[in-house]
């Protein structure tokens, strides 16, 4: 009957995510995704091999050892190692790169990661001598690779590196881009012959650079192979040199990695202490902009910063180079409107541009949409900052946007659909990553994500004070709970992005109010409370409200889940009975059901609360009780009067956001909270058919009802995150 959850929580997505990297494991390394991207990318590798870590080391050690191996003499790592027989797919190839002794690479590099991902494998290893000696076998040859940095890229020694060539930044057509590339004047340059490739693999154009763009990007190819790849020449001439705020920081984590990758191997790390110093000194001073109040990269041919409000002008946190006075600037800016807020429930992760910029676009590639990789390192950036919780959400939505809608290139940063390729690599790989560490967080410490557990002789915990209600007419009471709660809700619930102002409350005179009201529960007459709109409504209030009392008195900093039994012990006296949270649920508005992963009815036969509970639940009440959490309904105050039509919303409401057809693959994907209720819909296929009468006439109402019986049916992870 499946009240013990065999499986961990989103295992069968775990299993998805490693047929992608199968899929395109290419026999030495691993390509980005079909069709587009049939050869081996310098960054793409390194977030693949973080994912393999977890599972599959000696490939991950396969994906960077033919990485290197592509290596030049001069230590670059190059951008593509092209594969021989996958030629003829991709512009521009080896032919148009033409690089020293015929090398079958790109001759441009990417942002550094690789020292990250040898040091990721190293804490995740097993057999400590075997990892130790591919740390050793790595370390001369990432050595190289900054060396080439501070060497090459930094003529000034300056502790930042350029680049050349907006794919080396690895985000191809940011709007950072558009200032140097616009300056370049291409009128009288002679542009050698060529043709995209990229524009019949079945990505729509309108997410793909512009054909302007590609003159310039073939123009500097051009400019660097006319040099024969001479870095020094290719400073004096290049019309496009910037120090990247976004590069430099990953750099300067990666030197992070090498030095303690020295101290495992007990190297000198005297080089990389000097460049660890410069770049933070560097970062700090050049790349801040007091005019902008924010990180921004250098145009060294305009010698001025760029303006371009990205995603990667948070990335000195992952870098660790950021102070703490600034910290709460980077923070603050991340959570505002312009980069969707870590905390508005209806948003994905962070989008790589300003959401509120005039040429923001949130389908078009690098110019808006999220992605994955950027996020798993801001991640990590606001957790070594000290917010944690943030961080959490980030990773959570990095499982959601998978889970939700596959495993692909970049995601609308506004309603989360997937774009670009699919079966994208990084996605299955950071998503393994994501969900691994979660795991074996969860299993040193069952913490926030765990689900709450099945009540342990839990004591109640009564939230009304009985003795203080000596004035007022019970039948009264029920009403001033009603009159009370709807000032909360007008106050402090926040219907668009579904979140409660909890502390908010807690220091409200409103709030008061609403405790002398539920102080006059116990005088309640329950007989007198009918089963009709009017009981329902106030079931419903009162539930959300206990909710709240309980996080506000409990002091719950993150999730309900800090509280052990936090369903089973918060109660209210009414009438002349205690009702738990679980007891309303379950009991009253369920019909005397079992709770989750239970298997008795609430009430036992002998209580007499059983009289109170709905002879006929109305299976609505899930997506109106709201249990403190990001998955669960979002809450508001229910009206008698509109309680018909309030009901048919928020299921709507919920239903579009948490039922997701996916005709292509045949699966559908619901909130987990179905897989807990099923039996209250008539099983499976009755979840399906109560989800699809509130679905929108569309194709994927149809789909869905033309294959009931046959669709897979996935559930998403409920976010026991507080919904603050
Ligand atoms: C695109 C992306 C780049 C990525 C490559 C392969 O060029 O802009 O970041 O490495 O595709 O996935």
Redesign the pocket.
Same mark, same amino acid.
């Given at each position: 009957m499946g009240f013990f959850l065999a499986q961990r929580p989103f295992e069968a997505h775990l299993a998805q995510a490693k047929r992608v990297l199968q899929d395109n494991w290419m026999g030495g390394y691993t390509r980005?995704a079909q069709g587009l991207?049939p050869h081996q990318?310098n960054? +793409?590798s390194a977030f693949i091999a973080m994912g393999y870590a977890n599972y599959l080391p000696r490939r991950a050690r396969r994906e960077l050892r033919h990485l290197f191996a592509a290596q030049w003499p001069d230590g670059m790592v190059p951008h593509i190692v092209f594969n021989p027989e996958q030629l003829g797919n991709y512009f521009p190839e080896p032919d148009f790169w033409q690089c020293p002794q015929g090398r079958h690479t790109s001759g441009i590099t990417m942002p550094p990661l690789h020292a990250e991902a040898c040091l990721h494998l190293h804490r995740l290893a097993h057999d400590l001598e075997d990892s130790r000696a591919f740390l050793a076998e790595m370390f001369p040859k990432l050595m190289a690779g900054h060396r080439y940095f501070y060497g090459a890229r930094d003529p000034e020694r300056e502790g930042l590196v350029y680049i050349r060539h907006p /794919?080396e930044s690895?985000? +191809?057509n940011a709007p950072a881009w558009d200032a140097p590339l616009s300056a370049m004047d291409l009128e009288r340059a002679q542009l050698p012959a060529y043709q995209r490739r990229d524009l019949d693999k079945g990505v729509d154009r309108h997410q793909r650079p512009t054909d302007r763009d590609y003159d310039r990007y073939v123009y500097l190819v051009d400019l660097f192979r006319r040099h024969a790849y001479d870095e020094a020449a290719i400073y004096q001439e290049c019309p496009f040199l910037v120090q990247d705020v976004g590069f430099n920081s990953i750099l300067q984590r990666d030197n992070r990695a090498l030095q303690e990758i020295a101290g495992i191997l007990r190297q000198d790390s005297g080089e990389i202490d000097e460049w660890l110093a410069q770049t933070s000194r560097a970062i700090n001073s050049k790349l801040w902009s007091e005019r902008f109040g924010r990180f921004e990269s250098y145009d060294l041919r305009a010698g001025d910063f760029l303006d371009s409000p990205t995603a990667m002008n948070f990335m000195p946190l992952y870098a660790g180079v950021v102070d703490s006075a600034k910290s709460p600037l980077l923070y603050a800016q991340m959570n505002s409107v312009s980069f969707c807020g870590l905390r508005q429930g209806n948003c994905f992760a962070i989008p790589n541009y300003d959401m509120t910029a005039s040429d923001y676009s949130e389908v078009n590639y /690098?110019r808006g949409p999220v992605w994955l990789n950027i996020n798993w390192m801001l991640a990590q950036g606001l957790e070594d900052y000290g917010y944690y919780f943030e961080a959490q959400i980030l990773r959570k939505d990095i499982l959601e946007l998978v889970a939700r809608f596959g495993h692909r290139e970049y995601y609308d940063s506004h309603r989360g659909q997937g774009l670009g390729s699919k079966k994208f690599s990084w996605s299955a790989a950071l998503f393994i990553d994501v969900l691994s560490g979660y795991y074996r967080q969860k299993d040193a410490e069952p913490g926030l994500l765990g689900i709450v557990q099945g009540s342990k002789l839990g004591r109640t915990r009564l939230l009304n004070h009985p003795e203080a209600s000596r004035q007022g007419e019970g039948g009264e009471a029920a009403q001033a709970v009603q009159a009370a709660v709807a000032d909360i809700a007008g106050a402090f619930f926040d219907p668009l992005k579904s979140l409660v102002n909890y502390q908010g409350i807690a220091q409200s005179p409103q709030y008061q109010r609403y405790r002398q009201a539920v102080d006059q529960l116990p005088r309640l007459d329950l007989a007198a409370l009918d089963q009709g709109r009017g009981a329902l409504g106030f079931w419903i209030n009162l539930y959300n409200m206990l909710v709240i009392q309980g996080v506000i008195e409990l002091g719950v900093k993150d999730s309900v889940a800090e509280v052990p039994d936090f369903f089973d012990r918060l109660a209210y006296q009414v009438g002349s009975h205690r009702f738990s949270l679980h007891d309303i649920y379950h009991g009253v508005l369920r019909g005397n059901q079992a709770p989750p992963r239970r298997l008795l009815p609430q009430f036992w036969p002998w209580d007499s609360r059983r009289r109170f509970c709905f002879a006929r639940p109305d299976p609505r009440v899930h997506f109106a009780l709201s249990c403190g959490t990001r998955s669960c309904a979002k809450v508001e105050y229910y009206r008698a009067a509109d309680l018909e039509q309030q009901l048919d919303e928020v299921t709507a409401a919920f239903i579009i956001s948490e039922v997701l057809v996916d005709p292509e693959e045949n699966r559908v994907a619901l909130a987990e909270l179905f897989s807990w209720y099923q039996a209250d819909f008539g099983g499976q296929e009755g979840v399906l058919r109560f989800a699809a009468r509130f679905m929108p006439e569309d194709e994927h109402k149809r789909y869905l009802l033309a294959n009931l019986d046959r669709v897979k049916v996935e559930y998403l992870f409920h976010d026991w995150h507080l919904n603050r």
């Open positions: 980005p991207y990318w960054w +793409d /794919w690895g985000r +191809d /690098w």
